[in-house]
């Protein structure tokens, strides 16, 4: 909607209007100085910087928001399943070992078939 057709509903002042024509072609004037410089090949050598509010209010909201970092759900999710792999990995070991304990302590298995653990160390 440009400036020059102001909704009646508004009951703007002439002072509101004016200020807000001068916003318009001050916007209108800082765009194609944007545009000059950004498609000019030799950037460089343009003296001085263009500095856009916009961009520098959106750089800030991008440094100060944590965009990647939010809490979820799908966070926990990792360490759980870890944790259930490992507390698997470790029932059934014990398991194992508490059933070789017995079967040695019944004798079911002979000396000559048990491993020497302290081998390995």
Not at 1 to 28: F, G
Not at 69 to 89: E, M, V
Not at 101 to 117: E, L, S, V
Request: charged letters at 20%; hydrophobic letters at 35%.
């Amino acid at each position: 909607m440009s400036a020059k057709s102001i909704p009646s509903e508004w009951e703007l002042t002439p002072d509101e209007i004016k200020l807000i024509q001068k916003r318009v072609q001050l916007r209108t004037v800082t765009k194609a100085e944007f545009l000059k410089r950004y498609r000019n090949p030799f950037y460089q050598t343009v003296p001085g910087h263009f500095v856009d509010p916009q961009n520098t209010r959106l750089y800030a909201y991008q440094q100060n928001s944590y965009r990647y970092l939010y809490t979820s759900p799908r966070i926990l999710l990792a360490p759980a399943l870890f944790l259930l792999a490992g507390g698997l990995l470790q029932y059934f070991a014990q398991k194992k070992r508490i059933q070789y304990n017995n079967d040695c302590n019944a004798g079911k298995i002979p000396y000559a078939d048990r491993p020497d653990f302290k081998s390995f160390f």
